[in-house]
Nanobody
């Protein structure tokens, strides 16, 4: 069964860094768009970063551009989100997603989701 599992979340002080991992199992996601989303308490799930289906282009939400970097290790079937210069507004549950269609900012365009990992940034 295809599955995405996030890890690497935790508590960090403002200005600090974390690297999230999204491990895929059960199938390959080559040819899929791969993205990261986040959801803060009481708010909607929003786009953070994504790869195009080819993996040749990356996209970022304006709120994280220049601070977050999405990357992948195809040999490990893993996608990463390197987060730097974190601030309390980054506090959320972070989700990894895979989609058959081209990259999108809309969560409903993705087909597979991980369980989420909590990131908490203290001030």
């Amino acid at each position: 069964q295809a599955q995405l599992v996030e890890s690497g979340g935790g508590l960090v002080q403002a200005g600090g860094s974390l690297r999230l991992s999204c491990a895929a199992s059960g199938r390959t996601f080559s040819g899929y768009s791969m993205g990261w989303f986040r959801q803060a308490p009481g708010k909607e799930r929003v786009f953070v970063a994504a790869f195009s289906r080819s993996g040749g282009t990356t996209y970022y939400a304006d709120s994280v551009k220049g601070r977050f970097t999405i990357s992948r290790d195809n040999a490990k079937n893993t996608v990463y989100l390197q987060m730097t210069t974190l601030n309390p507004d980054d506090t959320a549950v972070y989700y990894c997603a895979a989609g058959k269609a081209g990259w999108s900012r809309a969560p409903y365009d993705y087909d597979y989701w991980g369980q989420g990992t909590q990131v908490t940034v203290s001030s």
